[in-house]
């Protein structure tokens, strides 16, 4: 099978949820003997002098990237006010790309094009129209849910109003463009549920996220206890207004003891303005770490306390390869297939997590069982080899219509 990948961003180094996503993708479908070929956008131009990191995978399949500059100006975003058009997406279409776009699918008979997330949605007409291709769009989350659920959480009016704002027009593209493609996967029933109730028609599978197992070795006697740890970049917006509140609700607790630990934080994109948050000796705000899953493995506690977004969370699977216990909100594990108290501890409020964090940092055995049946949960339900198979099969029955 001959499989173009599109995404709206360079999935490499594999160090975030989209990406690691895509990555574990390209590598299930080359290991199973599929051709697969990745165009990506570059909008943060990196990697202009030299390849992105992963060669090993790269030097497997066809790749290219465009550069493309998607900030948009005090003007273009003041005139966008008086438009119906989305301003969020619309920064991602590049009439240069296009033709790229059109002469890739035109001299390379493919059998699937996999659009990965909505951001690349503007190239789907121009590339139907040049191709015997099915097309299939992976929704990687319920895009205008994550900014109605970020308008819920703000107090401040004109947030709010702006926030509803975005959140509307994303909802008109999204539900615009659903129905275009020949099928659609997303990560879990819960997506797959809302996609039917807002009217779409065709194939909708259900795939969950992939790790590669092999890469996810814990080792508890380099691991701190008790230790709390988040980790998330935090441009994106549901993952700083998530920590923000933590550190907010428990800062102090943190600083008179009461919560007898320490907090780590670490990720990309954390505004210098999250330096305030550091307490000496109790909550270290560390960035971005060299290797994030040595990080994972030397802390003991995971917090995630997202509390708007949508689709399924990788990193939460990925801390469950690694044998964390974790505590999260019900919104976080949305998606994960968890037994509560068994393999994950859900808290949605200060109250719960509070009561959560107490009860691990006082017991690390308690930790340590939760954390191995996370591990076990992952290995039966989420290893690479089988969703990759289940995604050959849905390509399959796909292609077969």
């Known amino acids: 099978m001959k499989v173009l990948i599109l995404t709206h961003r360079i999935p490499f180094p594999q160090n975030g949820g989209y990406p690691i996503v895509v990555g574990n993708t390209i590598r299930g479908l080359v290991d199973a003997g599929h051709d697969v070929s990745l165009v990506s956008l570059n909008t943060e131009k990196r990697y202009e002098d030299s390849p992105p990191p992963d060669d090993e995978l790269l030097q497997r399949i066809q790749y290219r990237s465009y550069d493309i500059d998607t900030s948009v100006s005090l003007m273009d975003a003041l005139l966008n006010l008086f438009s119906h058009d989305s301003a969020n997406i619309n920064r991602y279409y590049d009439p240069a790309f296009e033709r790229l776009l059109i002469r890739e699918v035109r001299n390379n ?99 969950p996220v992939s790790i590669n197992m092999s890469k996810y070795r814990p080792n508890l006697h380099q691991t701190e206890f008790p230790s709390l740890f988040f980790l998330g970049s935090l441009n994106w917006m549901p993952n700083r207004e998530g920590i923000e509140w933590f550190l907010q609700s428990f800062h102090q607790d943190f600083v008179d003891g009461n919560l007898r630990c320490r907090f780590y934080v670490a990720g990309n994109d954390i505004p210098e303005q999250f330096d305030e948050y550091e307490a000496l000796g109790k909550i270290f705000i560390q960035g971005e770490v060299d290797d994030a899953l040595e990080f994972v493995n030397s ?21 469950m390869a690694m044998q964390k216990c974790i505590i999260s909100t019900t919104l976080g594990a949305e998606g994960i297939a968890y037994t509560k108290g068994q393999d994950i501890l859900i808290a949605d409020t200060r109250e719960e997590f509070l009561r959560a964090i107490n009860r691990c940092v006082s017991d690390e055995e308690y930790c340590t069982r939760i954390g191995r049946n996370a591990r076990k949960l992952v290995e039966q339900q989420y290893d690479i080899t089988a969703i990759n198979k289940h995604l050959v099969k849905f390509y399959n029955d796909v292609l077969s219509v």
């Open 109 to 207: 008979p493919y059998d699937i094009i996999q659009f990965e997330g909505l951001f690349v949605a503007p190239y789907l007409e121009e590339v139907r129209k040049h191709t015997k291709a099915k097309l299939v769009y992976r929704a990687h989350n319920i895009e205008h849910q994550v900014w109605q659920r970020l308008a819920h959480q703000k107090s401040d009016p004109l947030k709010k109003l702006f926030l509803k704002l975005i959140a509307g027009r994303v909802k008109r593209y999204e539900l615009q463009h659903m129905n275009s493609f020949d099928a659609m996967s997303v990560f879990t029933e819960q997506d797959r549920l809302t996609m039917i109730q807002y009217g779409a028609t065709g194939k909708i599978e259900v795939i």
């Open 299 to 319: 802390k003991s506690i995971m917090i995630v306390p997202l509390l708007s977004g949508g689709g399924m969370r990788v990193k939460i699977v990925e801390g």
